[in-house]
C-alpha cells in the first residue's frame, strides 16, 4: 500500500491555459474523490467516482472542469481555460465503500497556481 | 444541505494542556463523522472517526464523541504536545453519497 499519489506536486501556468492533474488512488480502492481547498477553508467536494462511473458532480464544477477514470483505476481531472480563480488545491481522495461510512484517503495534493 | 461548523481559530495553548476543539453539523439521517488532521507540508490524515451515535473515536491520545442529541463531535485531548500542531478539520459522510463535507479547519498551535 503506497498511499494516493498526485502528479504533478505543483503547476503553474497562465490564465486561458488547458491542465491535467492525475491521481492514483489505493490499489484496491474502489472509489476516487476529487476536492478544491482554498486557504483558510475546508476542502471542497468536485466530484466522486465509484469504479469507473463518475456518479456525482458538484455545482462548483462547471464546463471548462472535467474527469475521468478509465478502467476505474487513475483519474485524471483537467481545467480547460484556466482562469485566476481556479487558484487552489486541488486534492484526491480514495476509499473501498463499506457499510460503515467511507473513510477516504488523501493524496498530497496539487497546487494549481494561474497566473 | 449538509454543513459543518468548527470553532474560529487559531488555537494556542501550552504543552500539556487540555485542548478541546468544538465542532457541529447539520445533516439529514445518520452520517459518519471524522477529524482530520493536516500538519505542516503534509497531506489531511485521519485521526478518527465514528459511525453512529454514542460512538467515541479515539486515537494518539484525541478523543471525540458523536452527540446526536446537540449534533456535536467535539475534539479532546488531555495532554496536548508540541508535535500536535497542526490544522485539524471536521468533517461528515453519508455511506451512500460517498462525499464529505468539511469545517472550515481550526488551526493549533502548542508551545513548549
Known amino acids: 500500500d503506497t498511499g494516493v499519489s498526485q502528479n504533478p506536486r505543483h503547476k503553474i501556468t497562465k490564465r486561458g491555459q488547458n491542465v491535467t492533474f492525475r491521481c492514483d488512488p489505493i490499489?484496491?480502492?474502489?472509489?476516487l474523490y476529487w476536492y478544491r481547498q482554498t486557504l483558510g477553508q475546508g476542502p471542497e467536494f468536485l466530484t466522486y467516482?465509484?469504479?469507473?462511473?463518475?456518479?456525482?458532480k458538484s455545482r462548483l464544477l462547471s464546463d471548462r472542469f472535467s474527469a475521468e477514470r478509465p478502467k476505474g483505476s487513475f483519474s485524471t481531472l483537467e481545467i480547460q481555460r484556466t482562469e485566476q480563480g481556479d487558484s487552489a488545491m486541488y486534492l484526491c481522495?480514495?476509499?473501498?465503500?463499506?457499510?460503515?461510512?467511507?473513510?477516504?484517503?488523501f493524496g498530497p495534493g496539487t497546487r494549481l497556481t494561474v497566473l | 444541505g449538509n454543513s459543518v461548523t468548527q470553532m474560529e481559530g487559531p488555537v494556542t495553548l501550552s504543552e500539556e494542556a487540555f485542548l478541546t476543539i468544538n465542532c457541529t453539523y447539520t445533516?439529514?439521517?445518520?452520517?459518519?463523522l471524522f477529524w482530520y488532521v493536516q500538519y505542516p507540508g503534509e497531506g489531511l490524515q485521519l485521526l478518527l472517526k465514528?459511525?453512529?451515535?454514542?460512538d467515541k473515536g479515539s486515537n494518539k491520545g484525541f478523543e471525540a464523541t458523536y452527540r446526536k442529541e446537540t449534533t456535536s463531535f467535539h475534539l479532546e485531548k488531555g495532554s496536548v504536545q508540541v508535535s500536535d500542531s497542526a490544522v485539524y478539520f471536521c468533517?461528515?459522510?453519508?455511506?451512500?453519497?460517498?462525499?464529505?463535507?468539511f469545517g472550515d479547519g481550526t488551526t493549533l498551535t502548542v508551545k513548549p
Open positions: 490499489s484496491e480502492h474502489n472509489r
Open positions: 465514528a459511525t453512529k451515535a454514542d
Open positions: 468533517a461528515l459522510s453519508h455511506t451512500n453519497a460517498g462525499k464529505s463535507t
Open positions: 445533516a439529514t439521517g445518520y452520517p459518519s
Open positions: 467516482f465509484q469504479n469507473e462511473a463518475q456518479l456525482e
Open positions: 481522495a480514495s476509499s473501498f465503500r463499506t457499510g460503515g461510512g467511507d473513510t477516504q484517503y
